[in-house]
């Protein structure tokens, strides 16, 4: 049986998909716990960078375990996928996938759910709806093509035949494709510089972004939103601390506040 196991270390937190035998697929309770996770670090309400990956060396994720009958699934579970997205999407701090190995079917959505993507050369991503005689979300897909747009999208939907990360890396779907050796260091590295840097900037900063990557283009009302942001960054305690830091020298010590 799959568990989702959580290691915490200073502000960087490793949530782990384990079911190695089944190549880290997800099953109901497996999907539940993600969601789970993620909303639970969310409550917490302080600086925490999550880093997702799956266990071991194989596979970063298969998706959802085929072998769970769905034939009669309850409201509930009907809804938990998207809950899980949206509970990594909407977290308020960065979080960064560690993918560690191949990346199949709606675990390419879960990484795409995710701010940043490492991954490690000679993975394999595959979109794979058509195979199986399935249909995928809209959510999914929208997320999906917001990283590679709608000519890759459609491709990897319709062929159904993996990319390479060299690939994904190239058309944007990973921020980056390592050599395994370099793979913990890179995604670690990567937290830790992310989580010395000010709370309040990297939670309004993730909004604008998710904002304008919705819509493309803001309106007037929520640039002035946007200006709210910066009007209270520039009053925040963190902005003074940044700017005494940088003339004296030394790391800053941010609050969130």
Not at 166 to 186: K, S
Request: glycine share 10%; charged share 30%.
């Amino acid at each position: 049986m799959g568990r989702i196991r959580t290691e915490e270390d200073g502000r960087v937190v490793t949530v782990t998909i384990e079911s190695e035998g089944k190549r880290n697929a997800v099953d109901f309770e497996m999907v539940e716990a993600l969601a789970e996770t993620f909303e639970a670090l969310d409550d917490r309400d302080e600086l925490i960078v999550p880093i997702l990956r799956g266990a071991g060396e194989k596979a970063f994720s298969a998706g959802f375990d085929l072998s769970v009958d769905r034939s009669d699934q309850t409201e509930e579970q009907k809804g938990l996928w998207s809950r899980m997205l949206d509970a990594i999407e909407g977290y308020d701090y960065p979080v960064i996938a560690m993918i560690n190995g191949d990346t199949y079917g709606g675990a390419v959505a879960i990484a795409a759910s995710c701010d940043l993507r490492v991954g490690v050369e000679g993975a394999r991503f595959g979109v794979t709806p058509a195979r199986i005689g399935l249909v995928y979300g809209g959510r999914p897909i929208d997320r999906i093509m917001s990283l590679v747009g709608p000519a890759k999208t459609r491709e990897m939907l319709f062929t159904a035949e993996p990319i390479d990360a060299t690939h994904a890396a190239e058309v944007g779907f990973l921020n980056y494709a390592v050599p395994r050796e370099e793979l913990a260091d890179r995604t670690y590295g990567m937290a830790e510089t992310i989580a010395s840097n000010a709370p309040f900037s990297l939670r309004r900063m993730k909004e604008v972004v998710a904002a304008i990557e919705a819509k493309g283009e803001l309106s007037e009302a929520e640039l002035d939103w946007v200006q709210g942001m910066r009007d209270e960054a520039f009053a925040s305690e963190d902005h003074a601390e940044g700017v005494a830091a940088f003339e004296e020298g030394r790391e800053p010590e941010f609050r969130g506040r």
